[in-house]
């Protein structure tokens, strides 16, 4: 079945500055890649998400970058916020497969 | 709130016992997945429906664990003879089937306890 792996697992950054999570995959037929924000003791959201047949999209100071051939893709924050500070699960799934196969997470903490 | 709710939020109960959880989708969703996530971990896929078709289950869920959506709405997750390692989040979330985007949409979750 499909792993994905996140990294790094914690990230503190001070507020302004950019921050960025990488995640990988391993099976090449996934083709939808979520990302989630998880505040303590919350529901996981959903923040943005990318198909395959994408290599970038961008929602306000958010985005995420998508590379097939190397079987990753990343989240990018512009001028983080305090309220910015959770933890992030990328995901991954196929069409017809709809399990989603989320990473470990990564926590950030956003430094006011 | 049109969101996916889930009752109840927290369950404490002894080992050995019974549990019965709850999810209502976001109503024009047809599919209802669950999941179950410990501390430090991502959501783990537990099963999935399709209106009231159980189409996939995890191989590592435990013939303990039984869900059901009967008219296509509402889904129970059942476990039977809790065990301590059966402590956890469980939630449940729902998306529409729309081509190949998958965004599925969580509830609060229910957090059991098993002592």
């Not at chain 1, 950019?18 to 923040?47: H, M």
């Not at chain 1, 799934?93 to 950030?108: C, P």
Request: hydrophobic residues 30%; charged residues 25%; glycine residues 8%.
């Amino acid at each position: 079945g499909e792993n994905v792996e996140q990294h790094p697992s914690t990230l503190s950054v001070q507020e302004g500055d950019s921050a960025v999570i990488k995640c990988t995959y391993s099976d090449s037929a996934s083709n939808y890649f979520p990302w989630y924000k998880q505040e303590l003791g919350k529901r996981p959201q959903l923040i943005i998400d990318i198909r395959s047949n994408v290599g970038e999209k961008k929602d306000q100071r958010i985005a995420v970058t998508l590379n097939k051939t190397a079987k990753h893709f990343s989240l990018h924050i512009t001028e983080t916020q305090p309220e910015d500070s959770a933890v992030y699960f990328c995901a991954a799934s196929s069409h017809g497969n709809n399990r989603l196969a989320f990473g470990k997470g990564n926590q950030v903490v956003v430094i006011p | 709130d049109t969101g996916v709710s889930q009752d109840p939020r927290h369950k404490i109960t002894k080992r050995g016992q019974n549990v019965t959880f709850r999810c209502d989708p976001i109503s024009e969703h047809n599919r209802l997945y669950w999941y179950r996530q410990t501390l430090g971990q991502g959501p783990e896929f537990l099963t999935y429906f399709q209106n009231e078709a159980q189409l996939e289950k995890s191989r590592l869920l435990s013939d303990r664990f039984s869900a059901e959506r009967p008219k296509g709405s509402f889904s129970t997750l059942e476990i039977q003879r809790t065990e301590q390692g059966d402590s956890a989040m469980y939630l449940c979330a729902s998306s529409l089937e729309a081509g190949a985007r998958n965004e599925q949409f969580f509830g609060p979750g229910t957090r059991l306890t098993v002592l």
